[in-house]
């Protein structure tokens, strides 16, 4: 069992669906995002376009956060989703150096949007998460073990993104990936991904 | 902060409650996350067909509107009689009492002198307002409702012309079917728009099952990113393009629906040398040229086989011929290489492009649908915003739409549809009832509308009894005249027999959304009395005398948070879904919700009998469940009525709270009902040529020039002023465009998306031609002015981009705010209505729309060593 991400960038309209509703559903403090999209332009005019790129950690196989924590906060669990224990973590940050995906972030500023002070949902949903830690994506580990999809996935509006096993060759992740020539990003790097992209 | 209230809350409280979103009018169905009083989470609702469970981003980021600590609590009286943007209101506040006295008097006396001197003014973002606002205004006595901005906001060509055309008030692909799609100017399925959100899961199955989609668009954004083919343009010559396009399918290719022209349109017609159509000497119906008898009947005696469609013809003295034989004629001028100069795409592509678009039509084939046989046309040429926004609103969006007829591509398997132009109702109560329908000569009408007048039969133009001259303009829907700078100049000019006093406004920003902020302005300042229904103070409530806090989404009931079907609700086949709109959450301090005020008010003012007549009409109320008398509903009870009315005694306002909706499947002669429905659509607007002559009849005696190249019956290609502007230095056309974070709502306060915004490259910058800008010695980021040849300019920093026409300089949103109530929006991007004249001569003179490009000079900003 290994979980992972396919995005497929023929379906991805770059609506921010996924980076909204990540952050809606973890209550991430401003300038923190487990989920993002990406923008920039391919080809001359008038061969060009827009390209729409959303980005999560990549919960690599090899990942380099994992082996260069100093106190055991960044692990790997079973299934292959990279988590972080903030009971653990010491805030040193080594991991977002290491991260070559920049998929990590720092929670040292506000805990609230509004210069006015913390709302009603930010009380219950912001504040709680831990200070001065690393904060990233572990694929909805809540809403997994939960039997649901991570939140990104269950809301994007054109489908555009598919969780599931990597290890299963039937499971749709497997079968896009084969079928349609998935890719991760930044293969060189030899970090092994466990989000695939589709070609658009 | 809300707290938890006993109605709302208990100490083990965890609630999904269903209801509908209201971030934008599609009104997604949503499930509200409620934890000990605290609405944690918005979700898409899985049981409903709008929406499927998904949101857009603004759809989850609605949390960080309700919860927004600038909200209204309490209502309020400004003490600064002065009113300017620059005017402090000096805000009091006072009670509800207070407020609703005084509001009151007001309108008790206005009522009794004239009370057509009351504009109301709401905006589109919250569907389920129309109602409310409509019947308050009819019952009150005023013709003057207004639906948000009369500029940039909404579409008189597009929901003209959808409504004669297809029944409805826009168009969409069949992305169930549709192989080959050309937008003009339109995002649907790809940022904004009617049914946005839905549309997005629709579109992405149709590219993914392989359909193409080309896309018209002086930026390749949004829809254009996702198309197989970008096709830019020079802005606003879409009508070029598309005309061109019809030459090639019309006389090069002849791949032409001929069995629907006969059937469908008014094209067998005989028109005479007036252009008119030859009638009978009895019964005054159109004659048709019958092939088989050999004479001129009237079209409603003749089997369509056998009407011609071509030739000419003698009928007594009167030379005709059918106006399919004069469109074929008209559309010889528009050549490829003719359509090049115009818009710059290459005539080898106008070429190209039609030729993929009538041969993909399979013209003549039929396919079946759920054990009907009905004609397969898999192409659609889809319009809306972008073409439409322009001088030549009506011919831009028409030309766009003709292709679909020249192929027969109407409402019917794989085409161009309108949004459910037909319901036949749920299969218990077989309400909520509608169906295209012959009018006058046989052409269709509408079978729902969303008020103004029913786009045909066109009424007769007269003196006008309304501010924004509607009832003059009879093809126009929103208006200039309510803001402009000629109003009163026009007001006197046709005799506006009052002028108005009272404006009651509901969520509309109107001094962002419409054109340069000082024109709206000056029309603001006028108002003896001004009433703002709002959820912050925005820099329109900043003109009101009274500001009442509203109620968000989140706390609000609507028995019709998507109807009618033919605005927000997604099209082609699936299921029609009625959600409601319920309360997650009690009111915070004093807020109110609209509804029930505007209730208490005819109560105050005295006309609730009126007011209960008004809804039972627009709300099509049948015994036992019409509103009685001068009796006292709730807005509740009212919404209890409304939904048992239409779906059964035991399915009241109880039932849809547990249940959040109904739906049922939709039939395949509601989808594509245009097989089934007696009506034909002009090809050839024959009644736009006294709607012209009626204009002018009362225009120009009091020295208005009706230019009446826009009131012929085939559509041409005429420029906005923009491309008139010869003046050196004016190089670029600025455009606005619909952000996908920020449309139709007030989102650049959402911080959450203003965050967004802040990551994106394009958001909040003027985007410009990378080459262009580096011509003129430009780099990516720099501060600019962006300056119109009037002189009214803005100031941003550019995004150099190679996705953009070279002339092209688009601004994207209602952005740029200054007011102190919504400080996370304040100073986020670049007002472009700014740049916007509003007058007369920046309108379409046949349906009012406001131009929305305008020629520009861009130069830096910033300080050179």
């Known amino acids: 069992m290994k979980w992972g991400m396919v995005i497929d960038l023929k379906r991805c309209i770059g609506c921010y669906g996924c980076q909204l509703s990540c952050k809606a559903e973890h209550g991430t403090p401003p300038g923190v995002f487990f989920a993002r999209v990406l923008k920039c332009e391919e080809g001359e005019y008038p061969s060009v376009r827009q390209v729409f790129l959303p980005v999560l950690c990549n919960h690599c196989e090899d990942a380099p956060c994992v082996d260069t924590c100093p106190t055991g906060a960044s692990f790997k669990w079973a299934d292959g989703t990279v988590d972080v224990d903030h009971d653990k973590c010491v805030g040193c940050r080594t991991c977002m150096m290491a991260c070559p995906y920049g998929q990590r972030y720092y929670n040292d500023g506000d805990a609230h949007y509004f ?86 | 902060m809300n707290l938890p209230h006993p109605e709302f809350a208990t100490t083990t409280d965890d609630a999904w409650v269903p209801s509908a979103c209201a971030l934008c009018y599609g009104s997604c169905s949503i499930l509200a996350h409620r934890v000990d009083g605290v609405v944690v989470k918005v979700e898409g609702n899985p049981d409903s067909v709008v929406g499927k469970g998904r949101l857009c981003g603004k759809g989850v980021s609605g949390l960080a509107c309700h919860y927004d600590p600038n909200r209204l609590k309490v209502p309020l009286r400004r003490t600064n009689p002065k009113k300017g943007i620059n005017e402090d209101p000096g805000w009091k506040e006072i009670s509800w009492d207070e407020a609703l006295d005084e509001i009151a008097t007001v309108l008790k006396r206005l009522r009794a002198d004239d009370p057509r001197k009351l504009l109301m003014q709401r905006t589109t973002t919250v569907t389920a307002s129309r109602i409310p606002f409509q019947t308050f205004g009819t019952a009150f006595g005023t013709p003057n409702i207004s639906t948000s901005g009369g500029g940039l906001h909404c579409g008189n060509g597009a929901h003209l012309i959808s409504g004669i055309m297809h029944a409805s008030w826009g168009i969409v692909p069949d992305f169930h079917y549709c192989n080959y799609s050309i937008y003009f100017g339109a995002s649907k399925g790809h940022a904004a728009g009617h049914a946005a959100n839905s549309n997005m899961g629709l579109s992405a199955d149709a590219r993914a099952r392989g359909m193409k989609m080309v896309v018209v668009d002086p930026m390749c954004n949004f829809a254009a990113a996702k198309a197989s083919e970008w096709v830019p343009l020079r802005v606003g010559t879409d009508a070029a393009l598309a005309l061109a396009m019809c030459n090639v399918i019309a006389n090069e290719l002849e791949i032409l629906d001929k069995p629907y022209l006969q059937a469908k349109t008014n094209s067998p017609y005989l028109i005479g040398p007036d252009k008119r159509y030859v009638r009978d000497p009895v019964n005054e119906q159109p004659l048709v040229w019958d092939l088989k008898e050999n004479k001129a009947r009237p079209y409603n005696e003749v089997p369509s086989e056998n009407m011609a469609l071509e030739g000419k013809y003698q009928v007594g003295t009167v030379s005709c011929q059918p106006a399919f034989a004069l469109l074929r004629e008209h559309l010889k001028k528009f050549t490829p290489a003719w359509a090049e100069e115009v818009s710059t795409v290459p005539a080898a592509n106008v070429r190209r492009l ?72 749920h299969p218990d109560t077989n309400r909520p009832y509608y169906f295209p329908k012959p009018g006058p000569d046989g052409l269709m009408t509408v079978g729902m509308w969303m008020g103004y007048h029913t786009p045909y039969p066109a009424g007769e133009p007269r003196m006008p009894q309304k501010m924004g001259l509607q009832d003059l303009f009879i093809m126009g829907m929103t208006s200039p005249f309510l803001d402009s700078t000629d109003q009163e100049e026009f007001w006197t000019k046709f005799e506006l027999p009052y002028r108005p006093e009272v404006l009651m406004n509901f969520g509309s920003n109107l001094l962002l959304s419409i054109a340069n902020s000082e024109t709206v302005a000056a029309s603001l300042a006028k108002y003896k009395f001004m009433v703002s229904f709002d959820l912050y103070l925005t820099e329109t409530s900043n003109f009101a005398d009274i500001v009442l806090p509203d109620c968000s989404y989140l706390q609000s009931y609507e028995s019709r948070a998507n109807f009618p079907f033919i605005l927000s609700h997604p099209a082609g086949p699936g299921e029609y879904s009625w959600p409601i709109r319920q309360a997650v959450l009690p009111p915070d301090g004093e807020q109110r919700r609209f509804t029930e005020v505007l209730l208490e008010l005819s109560d105050r003012v005295g006309f609730r009998d009126k007011l209960n007549a008004a809804m039972n009409m627009s709300m099509n109320l049948q015994a036992p469940y019409q509103l009685e008398g001068a009796q006292k509903y709730t807005h509740e009870e009212i919404c209890d009525m409304d939904l048992k009315c239409h779906f059964g005694p035991e399915r009241g306002l109880e039932w849809f709270k547990e249940h959040g909706l109904i739906s049922w499947k939709k039939r395949p002669e509601e989808v594509y009902w245009r097989p089934f429905a007696d009506v034909r659509v002009p090809i050839y607007w024959e009644f736009l040529i006294p709607v012209g002559e009626q204009i002018a009849a009362i225009a120009e005696p009091r020295g208005l020039k009706i230019p009446r190249e826009y009131y012929e019956p085939l559509p041409d290609f005429l420029p906005c002023l923009s491309h008139c502007c010869k003046k050196p230095g004016f190089d670029f056309s600025a455009f606005y465009y619909r952000d996908i974070l920020h449309t139709n709502s007030y989102t650049l306060e959402n911080p959450w998306l203003d965050e967004a915004a802040q990551l994106d490259p394009y958001s909040y910058a003027i985007a410009i031609n990378a080459d262009a800008a580096r011509g003129k010695g430009l780099k990516d980021g720099e501060l600019v002015w962006v300056e119109t040849e009037t002189g009214r300019k803005v100031k941003g920093r550019i995004k150099l981009t190679r996705a953009i026409h070279p002339e092209g300089l688009g601004i994207a949103a209602c952005a740029g705010h200054w007011a102190e109530g919504m400080p996370v929006a304040k100073g986020k991007g670049v007002m472009f209505n700014d740049l916007l004249e509003l007058d007369w001569a920046h309108v379409s003179p046949v349906n009012l729309n406001l131009d929305l490009c305008v020629r520009v000079k861009v130069t830096s900003a910033e300080q050179r060593q």
């Not at chain 1, 009603?120 to 709680?128: F, H, L, N, S």
């Open chain 1, 115 to 200: 210069p006015k002070g913390t709302t009603a949902y930010e009380e219950k949903m912001v504040v709680r998460h831990q200070r001065n830690v690393v904060m990233k994506c572990n694929f909805c580990r809540d809403r997994v073990q939960a039997g649901k999809l991570p939140a990104c996935v269950a809301n994007c509006p054109t489908t555009a993104r598919i969780f599931g096993d990597l290890d299963d060759p039937l499971s749709e992740v497997s079968r896009l990936i084969k079928d349609r020539g998935g890719f991760p990003l930044h293969p060189e790097l030899g970090t092994k991904p466990s989000v695939y992209y589709l070609p658009p």
């Open chain 2, 354 to 425: 039609a030729t993929e678009f009538a041969t993909e039509a399979r013209v003549g084939s039929t396919i079946v649908i759920d054990g009907v046989t009905l004609p397969y046309r898999p192409v659609a040429s889809i319009a809306f915003r972008g073409s439409q926004g322009h001088m030549n609103s009506a011919y831009n969006f028409l030309a766009a739409d003709l292709l679909n007829h020249l192929v027969g591509a109407a409402d019917v398997v794989g085409s161009c549809l309108g949004f459910n132009s037909a319901s036949l109702g």
